[in-house]
């Protein structure tokens, strides 16, 4: 109650009139009086709530372009209002209105609820069953403030990666949520919870779609026009199906990374040094990631607010404005083999320069600034400031758009000469080489018909072939209990676990199995929650079902409470991507998006509680389709059977597919699987005689 007093909203200015006043005093007086569950099923209040000040101390979304005709803005009005009563509609229609021409969307700040937004205990919401309840705490967890990139605009990462579209969904399917059984679906349309339909108990709880369009509408600009419309979003891969787990997940996939990295170009981590850019929702993971790695890290950041909150809470040691300061730094903590990350207060284009001229030698370099979002905030284009972008890319998008690729061409000239001198540059699945070739950067690979550029993105060369190729993937949990014992006893379940299988494990899987020993050993220590308490590690299909078995057998003795299974879309089966999940497939389907399909058509039937698949994530809108799945463990015999059939299909699916792409890795992953399990019949690829093929 204290802190639910302490956050009163202050009055507001333009449409205070007395009406509003006086139903949004009754509305505060009921709420105050109502506890966290029965405001979770109150859903959208009868009552209005009062008009929430704009609270700048946060971390606020970009304006978006002014992108509809005034004939579209009506509609974009009315489709916002038929969430609400017809009495509310001339108090809530110059507010919307004002919303749509100041921020570009209609958001319905004042919708958003009083009550701390935070992963609470399962125990603690409301509802019919666990699974739906399971499913509202990782809705909030992708909305808690420590979590969400801009929090008000219920984006949880990515710039512009949504939960909702707006408040009045939120509040909407939570009501949802809370009354479901285990006898209906939960049916939702990119944030819009269209209802709950009638099915059954091994049918999902909840079906996501995001940012599903007819083709030929999903560029860019498309994204722009009909997330302003209110009728569809950008589902990034973990914000709108519910399952991020806060920078832990790309702390461990760039740990990851960065590792296999640095073995590829046999040089040791310490004294080695990695530059890249972006301290955003997942880029601020690097430096941490290269701690972890134990290597020099140096990543620039042009929002001094994204510096500052990633300084704060220990992800980078420390902070440097000047470049001759930072380029003296750098020389030093390589010379001394020290483990360190730098946080650049500028733009990365001016450290490559700057490294270049002074002869500072980079063992790895990538980027990642947010070039699946180019024109709307996700790139800063050097010479300008970051306030100078921000008020470009609105009053003079084409003006701002020439200048990101001026800046893309002048970044790629300096890591070309980088590279001349042996720097092992790789792209980092946020579009960078695909935006600086579209800008006219010379990063096309003219040599190689099986490459388009000239630089590998990291699945090309390290994540493909070392760890989807052989199934190896994101594979996550959350204990639904909130505790952090929960936590730690799952920890040690599942290190048992894979040091057990790293006994009989064949060499071709052996550095990943000890990997991720080390890493769980070590996940304690390195505090990586933030959030709810989730845990990350790579496993391939038999490891993540004899984790998950192990889980369900300690709940059902009651040693820990239920666990929420997940895993990242970025995985060997979930996501279709070219340039990304994807682009170390050479048969020319790397294009087609039959994998990530069928992989959640095939969760929803084998078990999954709530099954998601989206346009869009990482790379762009239009540029990929990934989906992913949440599967709530309880200890009983029905889960078991679900994790074993469900786990079993998820990774199975994207082995096959990259095995009959002739990945050699996947070829060997799926004949090790048919052999272990008769049950299942994998076409395999006939390798071809290049000669033979040359010849014609
Ligand atoms: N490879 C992966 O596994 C992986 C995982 C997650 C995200 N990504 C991709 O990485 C990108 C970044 O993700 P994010 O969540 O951190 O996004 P974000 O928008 O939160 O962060 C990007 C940061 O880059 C900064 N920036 C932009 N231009 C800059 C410049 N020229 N110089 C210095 N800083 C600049 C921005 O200010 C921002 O803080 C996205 O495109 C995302 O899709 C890749």
């Known amino acids: 109650m204290k802190n639910l007093i302490k956050r009163l909203p202050r009055p507001y200015s333009p449409h205070n009139d007395n009406t509003i006043k006086l139903s949004a005093f009754a509305h505060l007086r009921e709420t105050l009086n109502m506890s966290f ?7 959208i209040p009868t009552e209005l709530p009062s008009p929430k000040q704009y609270d700048s101390s946060i971390n606020h979304a970009p304006k978006r372009k002014d992108i509809l005709s005034v004939e579209e803005k009506k509609l974009a009005l009315r489709n916002a209002l038929r969430y609400f009563d017809v009495k509310h509609h001339t108090t809530l229609l110059p507010e919307f209105k004002n919303e749509l021409e100041t921020y570009g969307r209609i958001y319905m700040y004042r919708l958003r609820p009083e009550y701390e937004m935070y992963a609470r205990p399962i125990s603690e919401y409301p509802g019919k069953c666990e699974q739906a309840k399971a499913i509202q705490l990782m809705i909030q967890n992708n909305l808690d403030y420590a979590v969400a990139q801009h929090p008000h605009e219920l984006i949880t990462y990515g710039g512009n990666g949504a939960v909702f579209q707006n408040w009045a969904q939120y509040l909407l399917t939570m009501k949802y949520l809370s009354q479901m059984t285990e006898e209906q679906t939960l049916v939702m349309y990119s944030g819009h919870p269209q209802g709950l339909f009638p099915s059954h108990k091994d049918a999902p ?4 779609t995001n940012g599903m369009m007819i083709p030929n509408y999903s560029k860019q600009d498309d994204w722009e026009k009909f997330n302003a419309l209110g009728v569809t979003q950008y589902g990034q891969m973990t914000a709108g199906s519910y399952m991020y787990i806060g920078p832990q997940g790309i702390v461990h996939g760039t740990t990851i990374t960065l590792l296999n990295g640095f073995r590829k170009i046999n040089k040791a981590t310490k004294g080695g040094l990695f530059v890249t850019s ?14 972890i790695a134990g290597c020099v890290t140096v990543c620039a950041e042009v929002n001094k607010k994204a510096t500052e909150t990633r300084h704060s809470q220990g992800w980078v040691d420390e902070v440097i404005s000047d470049l001759d300061e930072l380029s003296s730094r750098v020389k030093e903590a390589i010379a001394n083999k ?8 500028g733009n990365v284009v001016d450290v490559w320069e700057k490294f270049d001229k002074d002869n500072v030698y980079i063992d790895l370099g990538s980027d990642q600034t947010s070039l699946h979002n180019p024109w709307a905030g996700g790139y800063y284009p050097v010479g300008l400031t970051y ?14 758009k020439a200048e990101v690729q001026k800046s893309l061409v002048r970044q790629a000239e300096a890591i070309n000469k980088h590279t001349a001198k042996g720097t092992y540059f790789f792209d980092y699945g946020n579009a960078f080489l695909l935006e600086a070739s579209r800008a006219g950067a010379d990063v096309l690979d003219t040599k190689n018909p099986m490459r388009e550029f000239r630089y590998p993105s990291y699945v090309q060369d390290i994540m493909g072939p070392m760890c989807f190729d052989y199934g190896f993937g994101p594979f996550r949990w959350v204990c639904t209990s909130g505790n952090p014992e929960d936590l730690q006893k799952t920890d040690k379940i599942a290190c048992e676990v894979l040091e057990e299988m790293k006994k009989t494990s064949p060499p071709e899987i052996q550095q990943q199995m000890t990997d991720n020993i080390q890493w769980i050993k070590g996940a304690q220590e390195n505090k990586l929650v933030v959030g709810s308490q989730a845990r990350i590690l790579y496993a391939d299909a038999e490891g993540r079902m004899k ?4 889980f369900n057998d300690a709940i059902s003795k009651g040693k820990i ?10 995985d060997v089966s979930g996501t279709d991507s070219p340039y990304r999940e994807t682009s170390n497939i050479y048969d020319g389907s790397q294009f087609t998006a039959d994998m990530a399909i069928q992989n959640v058509i095939g969760d929803s039937f084998r078990g999954a509680t709530w099954v998601s698949i989206h346009n869009g994530g990482g790379v762009g809108w239009g540029e990929v389709i990934n989906g992913g799945f949440g599967m709530v463990i309880d200890g009983s015999k029905d889960a078991q059977r679900r994790l074993e059939s469900m786990l079993y299909w998820d990774v199975n699916n994207g082995i096959s597919r990259r095995s009959w792409a002739r990945n050699n890795e996947a070829v060997f992953a799926i004949k090790r ?8 019949q994998v076409t395999l690829p006939n390798f071809v005689d290049d000669e033979l093929i040359n010849k014609m």
């Open 37 to 43: 569950k029965e405001q979770i099923q109150q859903g």
């Open 205 to 208: 709880r909840v079906v996501v």
């Open 278 to 291: 972006g301290l955003g929702g997942m880029s601020g993971a690097q430096p941490k990631a290269g701690n």
């Open 338 to 345: 020290k483990t360190v990350s730098i946080a650049y207060d």
């Open 387 to 400: 306030e100078e972008s921000n008020e470009m890319m609105v009053s003079n998008p084409e003006a701002f």
């Open 547 to 550: 984790i998950a078995t192990a």
């Open 561 to 570: 409470g239920l666990v929420v299974l997940g895993r990242d879309h970025h």
């Open 673 to 680: 699987a048919m052999k272990k399990n008769p049950m299942l």
